[in-house]
């Protein structure tokens, strides 16, 4: 069969087949009286033997080895083309995020392109410093996705240069919302951590009250904590229980407090919580320093009842506990008995 032959059967250009000849890889068997190049079936038989391997990401040198040599073993080929692939697939994947958070942020020229495409190498670069300033120097008025940045937020290990994108999506309008509450699924809790933190100071952004109360739900203390303090700074009661048992693990119990102080200000909430923190207080297993923590709780809520609870404690059999609600139960006229 003749080379024209060969290339129509096979799907190999003319061009390559003379190529391989001249590597060595598949030499034809023959030749007309004319001097034309002439296959057998084998030689097309290690053709597509060439094209086979090389669809898996060979090198036309490899294919060689691999045709040529007994010990050529292809088990740690197939992990390095295995590796090699990993390795390309992540860097498209970075070039298709590029390309999308450059057609998000609706480029009207080249510059707006320009623009988004150095912000995104100054998020990747490997300095600290250089991400921050990256963030914090952007021009006045420069449009930016937000998508972006909370992505960047997302991956980001260094506290202040996460911050600066905290700052920066609290003044993205609401956006970024819908990245932000993926990271609150993730598995990792540094992520969960990240993200529930950013919403914090975007609670009020369409979507961010539905993702801070899935996280009250968190198995991560710090990640309850941070969903319920927001939330309940904006009112919302499903954080009462969370904020209580922050006062009882003693984790930010002073700001959890303040905020169960400002919830009693609805009488309905105020008895909830005010049931709450006696039950804890009367719990068999709460130590000293845990009923000293609610008892500074109480002294936070406002009412009458409250005040009752705080008399009552000052007759209390734990001294420090006692001392704390006479300070703030009675008035100087009226010292304890």
Not at 35 to 56: K, Q, W
Not at 171 to 187: D, F, I, K
Request: charged letters at 25%; hydrophobic letters at 45%.
């Amino acid at each position: 069969m003749l080379i024209g032959d060969v290339a129509r059967h096979s799907g190999v250009s003319a061009r390559m087949l003379r190529h391989y000849d001249a590597l060595g890889l598949v030499r034809p068997t023959g030749r007309t009286v004319g001097g034309y190049r002439e296959y057998s079936a084998e030689d097309v038989r290690r053709i597509f033997h060439v094209e086979s391997l090389r669809s898996l990401g060979l090198s036309l040198k490899q294919v060689g080895r691999a045709l040529e040599d007994p010990a050529f073993a292809p088990s740690a080929l197939v992990s390095d083309l295995i590796r090699w692939t990993e390795d390309r697939l992540e860097r498209e994947a970075e070039l298709l995020e590029r390309l999308r958070a450059i057609d998000a942020s609706a480029p009207t020229d080249w510059q707006d392109v320009l623009r988004i495409v150095e912000l995104m190498q100054g998020l990747s670069s490997a300095s600290a410093a250089r991400r921050q300033q990256t963030v914090l120097a952007r021009p006045k008025g420069a449009s930016v996705p937000a998508e972006l940045l909370a992505g960047a937020l997302l991956a980001e290990s260094d506290p202040n240069v996460a911050g600066a994108l905290r700052w920066a999506l609290a003044r993205s309008g609401g956006e970024g919302v819908a990245s932000l509450a993926a990271g609150v699924q993730s598995e990792d809790v540094d992520i969960r951590r990240r993200a529930v933190l950013a919403m914090a100071e975007m609670a009020e952004a369409p979507g961010a009250t539905a993702a801070l109360a899935d996280a009250l739900g968190d198995p991560d203390t710090t990640v309850r904590g941070h969903a319920a303090l927001a939330l309940g700074r904006r009112g919302v009661t499903a954080a009462v229980p969370t904020l209580v048992g922050m006062v009882v693990e003693g984790f930010n119990d002073v700001d959890a407090a303040e905020v169960l102080g400002a919830l009693s200000q609805d009488p309905g909430c105020a008895d909830r919580i005010m049931t709450a923190l006696v039950g804890e207080l009367a719990a068999p297993a709460s130590d000293s320093a845990t009923r000293i923590r609610l008892t500074q709780a109480l002294i936070e809520l406002s009412g009458t009842i409250a005040h009752d609870v705080l008399r009552q404690l000052a007759h209390d059999e734990d001294r420090a506990v006692a001392l704390i609600a006479s300070a703030f139960a009675f008035r100087p006229t009226e010292p304890p008995r």
